[in-house]
């Protein structure tokens, strides 16, 4: 009797293991409409309204508790951010003689003068669920299919460049935050700097690698680094040129190194995000599926 | 563990409300830049209380839900959370949870075992990273804070699952099947004596 329960429990433990293990090999080799991938999105749906509203309901409690935490951050903060004013004051006032020079050059070439995500329908979403661990840098945000949102449409904070859509349902979305391992950003260092992809360093979601920049190109700290944008016209970037992503914290040359990296930090508050805005109805951009 | 369907729907509705409030709550705190995980304690929990088998399924379960919930990997949380579970479970078996400091340490333990096994299946899946100081620090906090979070969560599902806890019911008035069996065939035992030595 006892032997007999002792061969059952090993049973079923071995069949919870090959299941596992039949699992995650089948999703790797399923397609995006595969049976596997539509029950996710038949449970996130299902999970999506209890999301939104238990982050709802508990967000004083949660405010409560970060606040506890950022008064501890609040100090170094404060004097790097006194540093930053005066660096910050000195670009101002380079910008603005920029902006009148580059104003009236639009208006030599004829050009209109657009925001960053001119042709878009921007959709705000609150950010209703987060993933628990620093491997899936992920937030399931409150709109999805109904409001127009699809696949590889980019995701902005007022700050910069958020994630793009990672997966849809009818109520809700999932977006690849710019700090997830499965990120990569053509970018472009300003005023004109190089270009690279940004990738994030993971657990680390307060640095972006721009990496194999030539080490002649000479990078500063502080310089900013926007989206690329680029197109070949076969395939292109799912970002549109000219977001925003984060400025550049440090530079580093190994010895031996042809090449230099280049740590980002970025804009937007990726810990900390409330409400976002998907930028959805955009130009169709060639080689992006969505 | 004595296992009714209502005590599977309680089970159930534990798992659920971890789940949700991991996503929607636990999973927006910072605390030394790590984020806390409730769900591997919930799990080691449900397998201290229930055993190995209860364990192990209610890990898999976990582990399959939020992995669908967040559209992550299917898999990845099931294996490591069905080990945490299993381990668990396989601890009560063997040794009795006399301490109240057993709960929480080994929640810490298992929650970085957890954490550790998590980060080498995505390393295995091919995620391109180095295992960097800010990887093993996030494991280590994990389990730390793991060890604090379980000192009111343990007492909480336990709570929950009370009318299942054989070791409980002598706390709620009751008595179990093998105390009452027992004391039945004391009673026959000292009717039979009384009646052989002549007394009424």
């Known amino acids: 009797m006892y032997r007999k329960q002792v061969r059952r429990r090993r049973a079923i433990l071995v069949l919870l293991v090959v299941a596992a293990l039949v699992l995650l090999s089948t999703q790797f080799s399923e397609s995006e409409g595969g049976p596997l991938h539509s029950m996710q999105r038949a449970v996130a749906s299902v999970f999506g309204p209890l999301e939104e509203g ?6 004083p409690a949660r405010d409560l508790i970060n606040w506890v935490d950022e008064t501890f951050n609040a100090r170094g903060e404060n004097s790097d951010l006194r540093s930053e004013l005066q660096e910050l004051r000195t670009q101002l006032a380079e910008a603005q003689s920029a902006e009148g020079e580059n104003r009236q050059l639009r208006e030599l070439l004829g050009l209109d003068r657009q925001g960053t995500l001119a042709g878009y329908t921007p959709v705000t979403a609150r950010v209703i669920g987060r993933s628990p661990t620093v491997w899936y840098s992920t937030v399931t945000i409150d709109k999805g299919s109904s409001a127009g949102v699809k696949v590889n449409d980019p995701v902005v904070t007022g700050d910069g460049l958020a994630g793009r859509i990672a997966d849809v349902t009818r109520g809700t979305a999932v977006v690849t935050l710019i700090t997830d391992d499965r990120s990569a950003v053509s970018a472009r260092v300003l005023p004109d700097g ?18 194999f920049i030539d080490r002649s190109q000479p990078i500063h700290r502080g310089q900013i680094l926007v989206t690329a944008g680029w197109s070949n016209g076969a395939i292109s970037s799912a970002f549109p040129p000219g977001i925003p992503i984060g400025k550049v914290s440090d530079t580093s040359v190994g010895d031996q190194q042809p090449y230099q990296r280049v740590h980002v930090n970025p804009y937007a508050d990726i810990r900390g995000l409330d409400f976002v805005q998907v930028a959805t109805e955009g130009p169709r951009r060639p080689g992006v599926p969505g | 563990m004595i296992v009714t369907w209502r ?14 409030l991991q996503i929607s709550f636990f999973s927006y705190l910072s605390f030394f830049g790590t984020t806390p995980n409730v769900v591997p304690l919930m799990v080691v929990s449900l397998g201290l209380l229930g055993g190995g088998m209860i364990g192990a399924v209610c890990g898999f379960a976990t582990g399959l839900l939020l992995d669908s919930a967040l559209l992550q990997t299917l898999g990845v949380s099931s294996l490591v959370l069905l080990g945490a579970g299993y381990l668990a479970g396989r601890y009560r078996e063997g040794a009795e949870v006399s301490n109240s400091l057993i709960p929480p340490i080994l929640a810490g333990v298992l929650t ?40 009111p969560i343990y007492p909480l599902i336990r709570r929950a699952l009370r009318p299942a806890l054989v070791d409980d019911l002598s706390a ?19 009717r039979r004596i009384r009646r052989v030595a002549g007394v009424s």
């Open chain 1, 54 to 59: 238990t982050t709802r309901a508990l967000k």
């Open chain 1, 194 to 211: 190089p270009e690279g992809v940004a990738e994030p360093e993971v657990g680390d979601p307060s640095d972006l690698l721009l990496d």
């Open chain 2, 7 to 20: 005590i599977r729907l309680r089970i159930a509705l534990i798992v659920v409300v971890t789940i949700v």
């Open chain 2, 112 to 151: 970085t075992a957890a954490a550790a096994g998590f980060a080498a299946i995505q390393l295995m899946l091919g995620v391109q990273t180095t295992v960097s100081l800010l990887v093993l620090r996030e494991i280590f906090i994990q389990g730390l804070l793991a060890v604090i979070l379980t000192i």
């Open chain 2, 172 to 190: 709620l008035g009751a008595r179990s099947p093998i105390a009452r069996g027992a004391s039945r065939a004391g009673r026959a035992r000292g």
